[in-house]
Nanobody, 116 residues
Framework: QVQLVESGGGLVQPGGSLRLSCAAS????????MAWYRQAPGKQRELVAR???????HYADSVKGRFTISRDNAKNTVYLQMNTLKPEDTGVYYC??????????WGQGTQVTVSS
């Protein structure tokens, strides 16, 4: 079992920045995948950024150049640095992890609202 706890969401003006954190209850070296997803009101949950094999990363086209996923292995924490935020980035952001290639885990989500 893996617990994921997100933090760092909030209200920010367009053009602003936020950093989300996802603290895992297990050593993240043991997790074969970690990612950030988001869900806007009335829309399906979508992938924002993820670590692929090793330390490679993948981003949704809509956030490339603005968002950065990173990790601190010593703290078992994954981050999402979000810059130049836009109103369309508004939504609930979820941390995701996969263990042993078959067990999927989700955090409770953190709300990000981009509005003036």
């Amino acid at each position: 079992q893996v617990q994921l706890v997100e933090s760092g969401g909030g209200l920010v003006q367009p053009g602003g920045s936020l950093r989300l954190s996802c603290a895992a209850s297990k050593n993240i070296f043991t997790l074969n995948a970690m990612a950030w997803y988001r869900q806007a009101p009335g829309k399906q949950r979508e992938l924002v950024a993820r670590f692929t094999s090793g330390s490679s990363t993948h981003y949704a086209d809509s956030v490339k150049g603005r968002f950065t996923i990173s990790r601190d292995n010593a703290k078992n924490t994954v981050y999402l640095q979000m810059n130049t935020l836009k109103p369309e980035d508004t939504g609930v952001y979820y941390c995701y992890a996969q263990h042993l290639f078959r067990h999927d885990y989700w955090g409770q989500g953190t709300q990000v609202t981009v509005s003036s």
